[in-house]
């Protein structure tokens, strides 16, 4: 495969579709004070935490209700023009980016908590409900919602990615947690997928195809997840080993060996340094595992000694434990904030970052050979990894007026994922195929498959107005 | 709601699409032994589990590849001819049914086990393997695979109908436990989704589009799905109760205890008297709550000692323990055969059976509000839950030759369903919508919901071939 050439944003600029000035009219005839294109506004809707250049939408709508969301997509699918939803802007594959022109429709101000029912673990939320926030609501009643990719992101931008995070090795991922929709179609009809129930066979699981779809099959209004119990005991601690090979047969044993930890994470001693120096943090400089464990006292109790056990075996010095609830946030902010530690340890770079995820028994060929690629290629990079999951992300950090540097850094990307292919891997386990993973994405599930995507894509959205030019190119 | 009528194989017989000569011609030069036309192979190739007569397919095809059902479909797409999978028919909801006539692809034959990947915990089998079969080839592996709907099922219908069954409490359904297929197209295309990560962003979610679908959208010729370590200590009990409110009651406190029960099934007095008589057992005869407990020895004891607290609160009886692994087989066997026993209990019967699914928090009120009507009906019943997941069964036992028991039958199933969708359930759990609960289906999801699922079946499926007048019509 050969690794891809990011276009200019140039080229954006003379393919992207014109967006009709009648449009603009009516959406601010619509809209009012909910309507913006002045540039300031524009410009912020038009970048995320990806390495790529691309003008900004021609202009945001605020949606404050489900109504606003079909009314922009009933006046955008009039004018045959793209609308592009926004949560945030947390995502790292260019998802939110206006590479055909078009229109953002923002759903950050659509951020209520619709409905708690504790006693089924279940919650509805509007899509720009954030895991925090979220979190933060349903305490009081005992309960949380375990997926968090690191940054703050919105509910719908987690499941339009179909994210995970640090947790999913115990509680799963968005596929696993989001039980029914409610969301907007390219005409801007207003729909309904699942219900509360725990399980269902009505039809076809028009849930878990939008969860992942990125935006490009509906925009999602509301959302039913999960929730789960407090856990009645909850320890965290960090391991350190002599080598990432020690740290990583250790995560492959603890996996296997059927322990049902909730976090369990992989640094590299680079990474830990510069995490240490952003989170002004003494973590132990050496490959890395930071572990949380969830259950009854007894059963956190057994899972400890177990992977203490399988640890020692491979030279991991003594636990050393965050006991109170303020040292674990700690912990975790710090291996949350791991992307900017990185990012920052070198000023004024981006990150190109890899997000591929194989099989239990795979990761150590998978991770140690990219480790070994990324230090004999010399550039700076950082390593994190929900090990647990099979799932590990380089972060290439290059300078972006050397353009040799994101030549060598798609190179490794590029070797990176052809190699968790052979060994029965997907190239992201969570991040998404956005942009930048489409020919990944043709070389992991075959032409057969991407055709049946466009397929839908064509059937559901015959103009090619939502979010066009992310996944596949029609 | 009304109540569904069904019509009568007349209608079929006139509606049915014509099978052209040609077609079986060139069926029979290719596929020689495979293929047969003889009635009394299409008879049982037109029968299910079901409540419904519909005339035969025209033909069988006993497909032993992958390439196999690709000509099938290649040929039968040239003359835009219906094709209905085949696994072990018995499907509950007429899935296997010609009711637009055609051939039957029978994929029975399609039965080994690909390949065992014991240190990841995944298997990769053909459609044709049976669940009983998948846990004898994992067994020394130290592996099960836990779902379990009654019936040895095959594993490709299992994928079909998103079945699941008395342990998916605990596992979750196929939805949770497929990672990947290989599966032929409408034209006959040989496609690919999933991988065998855990987890993955790659683009729509076709596999979990294709699980559930009931062969509307595709044949799958290769289904991986996720294996489970045998648990370390099991245990089996029995508790009976003097009502059905005590029983249904103390399943919601331990669901919303968050125990992890691996079973909860619940038979009520009647029911327990059919099991009894049919598997020449001895319970007690009251409703009684089935239970398993998987776990570390220690975890496993203090689920127990829960349950155990929670069952003398709403006044159950002692638990009765099935201690051998014998005896536990025994027990679970009957409760597997309750259907059978249901059926055998009035001889000549034919069973309508319902299978919602509500949140657990309204479980009580679905299940005894239905249970209280069809005492009030006359009709005989029986009544089985996997009521941890918040879904149970009644079969009316209707005599065929009485239309009026058909008519009250359905009638009570109307008003069961229209229950469970008032309390945010689902009109099926795991037995998929088939001939029988179309209309049921648009009054869960909504129209809107209907033709988004019409529309996919028509991009993917333009001919209408692959098993048609499922799930919806067209």
Chains 1, 2 share one sequence.
Not at 268 to 293: C, P, W, Y
Not at 368 to 380: F, I, K, N, Q, R
Request: proline share 5%; hydrophobic share 40%; glycine share 8%.
């Amino acid at each position: 495969m050969n690794a891809p050439i990011f276009p200019s944003p140039a080229f954006f600029e003379s393919t992207a579709r014109a967006v009709p000035v009648e449009l603009i009219q009516a959406l601010q005839d619509r809209f009012g004070a909910q309507f913006s294109n002045a540039m300031a506004v524009r410009l912020q809707h038009g970048r995320d935490e990806s390495a790529f250049d691309v003008p900004p939408p021609a202009a945001v709508v605020f949606a404050q209700s489900t109504q606003d969301v079909s009314d922009t997509l009933r006046l955008a699918s009039q004018y045959a023009t793209p609308v592009i939803p926004f949560g945030v802007g947390s995502s790292l594959e260019g998802h939110l980016l206006a590479v055909q022109g078009g229109i953002s429709v923002d759903v950050s101000r659509m951020n209520a908590v619709l409905s708690i029912n504790a006693e089924d673990l279940t919650v509805t939320v509007q899509p720009g409900v954030t895991r925090k926030q979220l979190n933060e609501a349903v305490k009081s009643a005992g309960l949380f919602f375990p997926i968090d990719p690191g940054a703050d992101a919105s509910i719908g931008g987690m499941s339009a990615t179909r994210a995970s995070g640090t947790n999913a090795v115990r509680y799963g991922t968005m596929r696993e947690n989001v039980l029914a929709l409610q969301l907007v179609t390219a005409s801007g009809e207003i729909i309904r997928t699942g219900t509360r129930a725990k399980k269902s066979s009505a039809g076809y699981d028009l849930t878990r195809l939008m969860v992942g779809s990125e935006g490009t099959l509906g925009v999602m209004t509301e959302i039913t997840v999960k929730l789960y119990p407090l856990p009645e005991a909850v320890m965290a601690a960090t391991c350190s080993f002599s080598s990432l090979a020690d740290a990583v047969n250790t995560t492959i044993e603890i996996i296997q060996l059927g322990v049902p930890i909730a976090r369990c994470e992989l640094l590299d001693a680079n990474t830990i340094r510069m995490v240490n120096q952003h989170s002004k943090l003494t973590l132990r400089e050496g490959a890395m595992l930071l572990m949380e464990f969830h259950g009854s006292p007894s059963s956190v109790q057994e899972q400890v000694q177990t992977v203490q056990t399988l640890a020692q075996d491979h030279g991991g010095a003594a636990f050393e434990w965050a006991n109170t609830p303020e040292e674990r946030t700690r912990l975790w902010t710090a291996r949350h904030n791991a992307y900017f530690a990185g990012v920052q340890s070198r000023p004024g770079c981006r990150a190109i970052t890899t997000d591929t995820c194989v099989p239990i028994s795979k990761l150590a060929q998978a991770l140690l050979d990219s480790v070994t690629e990324a230090e004999e290629a010399g550039l700076p990079y950082f390593m994190v990894g929900h090990v647990g999951d099979g799932n590990f992300h380089m972060g290439y950090l290059i300078d972006p007026l050397v353009p040799q540097e994101r030549v060598v850094a798609e190179r490794l990307n590029t070797q990176l994922v052809d190699r968790a292919l052979r060994l029965g891997g997907t190239c992201t386990g969570e991040h998404g195929v956005g942009l930048h993973k489409m020919d990944f994405l043709v070389s992991e599930t075959g032409a057969g498959a991407v055709d049946m995507m466009r397929t839908i894509k064509r059937a559901l959205d015959p103009q090619n107005i939502l979010n066009p030019g992310k996944i596949f190119t029609l």
